[in-house]
């Protein structure tokens, strides 16, 4: 499967350092990242199986991959915002 855990994996193992600079009362956030990423990795699996097995995998890959550019993006997007929360 092409996943790629960057986005999630920065932030959870400083979910205290994660919580102070984003002004939050908890690190339940965080920690919530951490259990939807395993959730979406175990939704998305048999999706990637069927693309690869049906498209072939440039198309896969590139599909994929333009996922995940625009998720990362949105990451980025939301973490420079003034409001956090």
Do not use: K
Request: overall charge positive; some cysteine.
């Amino acid at each position: 499967m092409v996943f790629v855990p960057g986005s999630w994996i920065a932030f959870a193992p400083v979910a205290g350092l994660t919580r102070d600079y984003f002004g939050l009362a908890s690190t339940t956030p965080v920690n919530w990242l951490s259990t939807v990423v395993l959730f979406v990795y175990c939704v998305v699996s048999p999706l990637t199986a069927y693309v690869f097995n049906h498209h072939g995998v440039r198309i896969g890959v590139s599909f994929f991959m333009s996922r995940n550019v625009n998720g990362s993006l949105l990451s980025v997007q939301c973490a420079l915002s003034l409001e956090y929360g």
